[in-house]
Nanobody, 127 residues
Framework: QVQLVESGGGLVQAGASLRLSCAASGGTFSSYAMGWFRQAPGKEREFVVA????????AIADSVKGRFTISRDNAKNTVYVQMNSLKPEDTAVYYCAAKSGGSRWNTPTSPRQYDVWGQGTQVTVSS
């Protein structure tokens, strides 16, 4: 199965943008639905965005709708989340996750549905 490595996190001011990347290796990336989750201190891991293995369908949490978008480049074995208009409440560790199989439209939104996780990257948004 794939291994995942996130990058692109950092410290930014409110209103700024960041693009997180998740590079996959060791598996057939194009057969995995991919998702991003985040976890703030003292809170549960929450869904952010997901994209089907086909790239034809995405899911986005209401809290980030209109600000975050997910995309994938199967030639580069990489999934991205573009985060615009960042807010202090977006501060969290962001995790990339992969789920094998499923329909071409499948965009899992529960952490329990995912098979593989990255180590996470910290995003801190100052006010």
């Amino acid at each position: 199965q794939v291994q995942l490595v996130e990058s692109g996190g950092g410290l930014v001011q409110a209103g700024a943008s960041l693009r997180l990347s998740c590079a996959a290796s060791g598996g057939t990336f194009s057969s995995y639905a991919m998702g991003w989750f985040r976890q703030a201190p003292g809170k549960e891991r929450e869904f952010v965005v997901a994209i089907a293995w086909s790239g034809t369908n995405t899911a986005i949490a209401d809290s980030v709708k209109g600000r975050f978008t997910i995309s994938r480049d199967n030639a580069k074995n990489t999934v991205y989340v573009q985060m615009n208009s960042l807010k202090p409440e977006d501060t969290a560790v962001y995790y990339c996750a992969a789920k094998s199989g499923g329909s071409r439209w499948n965009t899992p939104t529960s952490p329990r549905q995912y098979d593989v996780w990255g180590q996470g990257t910290q995003v801190t948004v100052s006010s």
